[in-house]
């Protein structure tokens, strides 16, 4: 609510004077919606003439009666079908059969006094301010039968009136161009008075205080009066007819003025001293209607205070309001205040208002108080903009003539006039008349949120024209307007809009900013607290509101955040370049969550890591390096003189060219490695081992190590006889399988396993790349089972994970680790899943019952989250318990479980596998690194044949695939993938040897051992790579593919 300022020239103004003038010449134009602003008005004739009004009484302070004769109802359909409605109410005063004077009550309408026009601008005026069959559909068309019955009643109503109350009449004051602006010639004296409207509401106000209106004898109209009046004349009253619109709205009429014939009678005002009844000497009565550029426009609400109420209550002045627009912002009642009205100030002395006269307002009823301090009056400004009329250069002229002006519809409407309405306001949007259509808003408030036959609102357009009015959209919102409405198309406004009106219509509707469009603004929206950073709730509900998920989709949503980002994103990794935005983007997932499609929450691969975790791998390398160092470990160096030897027979020399030979080959080094280590110490494999293959000569100084851990992981994971397959990878067989197959021989299954634990541990130690495919849960067990706050027993069946949406999402994405098939099907049966298809579910898994009796056991709604997590634990920690803790008993007697605290609880697993992608980036990384440094020899490693070869080199190993790159690396670093840490941490440093000597003080020359036949050699100890100096680029590139191609179990050709 906001306090208005009182008028000027009282005490609390800022101006006090008693000039008339300062009353009103010094206010400027109020273009506002009521009841902040009023109009602007303009004024359109009817059909009365002279001698269709006479005056029956008339007061200089009060105002007075006047009387229509019914046989002007007789001019138009617009006014017959008026008629028969006043006719059904019994509305008319009659003149009794034998004559004399007519019987009549004093009518209640309302007083006021403004503008003229002239009966020369009559016919220019309405055809301006007229709407087109288009936007209209108001007009009345009777039947002939409701015609013909309606000129009877005519014919009898010859001695039947209508009488109306009029204000106190007033010379019109209005500037010479603001009457040349009404049709009204300045240089006439010509006289005003404003018309109250027949009270079709039966008094909107409530009570009247006395003051009885003639025409509504039977008060407001019943549903079922409503309901015949509706079918009883053809068509109802036309609202856009301006005779209807003057008599049910009301109007100003224009008169010359009359004088008293007897000498002393009071002639200062016109009609005083006449003897009445008295036939008016009309010049034109003219309708109001709101015009954008209608001359008649008012200042900013001022205070109408309450001791002026009383005055003009008890002299009949305010009258109830039949306009919908005005009551539907809570007005009640009306008074036309006429210039220089002399009213009280808080002194008592008479002060005047409204130089020019203007309307005044009343919110309440007339014998309540303004408790809430609304009431209020707007006065007509001297100095109105003319030249304000909206602009329209992409329709047709005669659309922009037919849309300057609109009626006021009554608050009592026939049949259809809704629908009506509503096609109008959305054809005057569609034309961007905006200011009718706040207009038609300011009376139909509820159409901001109403559709037409096609589905479409008011904001759809709004949208589609890109309109960036932020008053109208905010009055949109405030009576109801949907931002995610659609219409039979299935658009909303948001996907018609622009990205601009988008920004606009999310701030007013406090929406959040779209995260692709403003992704900072989409942030500090949903960081509600202003830490920085997006809770697990907050970055749900944001992702849940950016892809405008359903139910389901945003518990998928929630349980993505649950299982993806438990400790939340901070700004940075939202959106910086390898951040959740740039995930999104390119997500297959959510692509499909934007096309209404829910993926599966789990993909069995892993997510991206984060640097906070890169930084504790890190850590986790130097601490190894550090404990091999106790252990006499160098990179680079052979074997320290304690490691124990290890032989054994020789990889398989077909190698990877047949698959069954280099398993058997490599099971077979996994059976002589296993009986020579099962039995040792957790410190002597920290010792480590110097790796002897049969018939291989050399040393090994790392390059045989990362050979033998390639063959032991091929052994273990390559098949399915030592493991089990799961979708991600292989996991530990059943506690109820005992033993196991190895080379020929039954070994428990348990000492299998341990060994292995200790096999996972010494690669990491050794920091060997394998390709190990255990499932990711073997590698949480062993993180959770290190930590302190973690401790398993044996067969405890006691679920670590919370009774919540939280823990069972964190359950769900521990099972995901094992098999994300299973773990995606469980989520749909706990979120997705009906009853229908639930039943066709026990409490069993894999033919074991996860409860007693559980085969007998339907799952049901209620039951399904007991039904997930008994098969989640069953799983996850009862059916491979001894086996798993196995391996993890194993793993840390090698390595102390105080070096995984603080680690990623897939760090070991991510660690050991590397980056199976070979990116250009890395190539980079590792050419960067290559050249100068590790160049050889180093007194040549700037002599531009070297750099030159160099350069060849890093293009032909750019224009191989993905598989080239892979055995490229294999090749020359003995495993096929690149550390997690990046090239940066490679041990010892890659080096690329050009075999050349120099030749004379500038020159160089191949070593006569390494002619330009020979094919490049890859030593994996040192991490190098030997070539003999090319010719061309063509015969490196060759020469390269083919050493690349065809070398097997990281031996170079000879």
Known sequence: KKALPPWPGSPGSRQASGSPRSCGDDLVPCLEPFPEGLGPLTVRSTRLRAGDITVLHLDACAGGIVRLDRRLFCRSKALRALEARLERRDAWTRRPSGGGSTSSTAPAASTASAPPLSPSSSSSLSSAVGIDGAIAGNGVASTAAAAGSIEGSSAVG?????????????????????????????????????????????GQGGETSGQSSPVSKHGADSEADLASDSTAVGDEVDQEDPDVSFLTVGGYIYFRPGRGPEPGLDTRTPLMGARFPRELDLLSARAIRFSPSGALQFSSPRRWEPRWTKRLVQQGRFQPITARKWVSAGARYLCWVRPDEPLPDVCGRTKHLAHHGGFAFLFHGLEEPDTDQRDRYFAIVAEPDLARGERASSVAPDIVRCTTSLPFNLME?????????????????????????????????????????????????????????????????????????????????????SRSFRALARTIWGLSPDLFEDPEGWFRFWDRNANGVLEPEELGHALASAYHCDDVAVQWVKSYVNVNHRSGVDQANVLGPRGLLHMLQTSEEFAGLRQKRKPPLFLGRDGPLRESDHVCLLHLEDQLERLRGEYGWQAGKPAPRQALPLPLPAPSPEGSADPEERMRTARGILGFTFEQTRGLSGHAWRGGFRIDFAGQQGLDDGGLTKAWAAEIAFALWGDNVLFDARPPGVFFKPDDVETLPLDGVQVPSVDIYSWTGRFVAYALYQRCLVDCRLCAWAFRFLSRAGSPRHFFHSRCATPEWDDSHEGEDSMLADLASLDHTVANNLWRVRHEMSEEDLRWLDFTCAGVELEPGGGDRQVTGADKAVYVRLFCTFLLKQRCQTNLQAFVTGFFDVLPARLLQGIPEEGVLRLLAGRAEVSDLQLSELEAIVVPAGLV?????????????????????????????????EFWLGVGRLPLAGVATLRPRPRLQIMVQADGPRGVKRIASWQEDRLPEGHTCGNELWLALPESYAQLHAKLHLAVENFEAGFALR
């Open 413 to 497: 409407t026939p049949r259809g006039h809704s629908t009506a309405q509503l096609e109008k306001l959305l054809e005057l949007a569609r034309r961007e008349r905006w200011a009718l259509v706040r207009h038609l808003l300011a009376e139909y408030p509820h159409f901001a949120a109403e559709k037409d036959a096609k589905g479409i609102t008011l904001l759809h357009i709004c949208a589609e024209r890109n309109i960036m009015d932020a008053e109208l959209l905010t009055s949109l919102k405030d009576h109801g307007s949907e931002w995610e409405s659609t219409d039979d198309l299935g658009r909303t406004p948001e996907s018609l809009a």
């Open 158 to 202: 010859s001695a039947c009136y209508l009488d109306l109350r009029i204000s106190p009449p007033h010379v019109v004051n209005l500037p010479v161009h603001v009457c040349e602006a009404l049709g009204l010639p300045p240089e006439e004296e010509v006289h005003f008075a404003w018309v109250c409207p027949v009270p079709f509401e039966g």
């Open 937 to 969: 020899p180093t007194k040549l490693r700037d002599h531009p044949k070297l750099r030159e070869a160099t350069r060849w080199f890093f293009q032909s190993v750019r224009a191989g695939d993905h598989a080239f790159r892979t055995r490229l690396l």
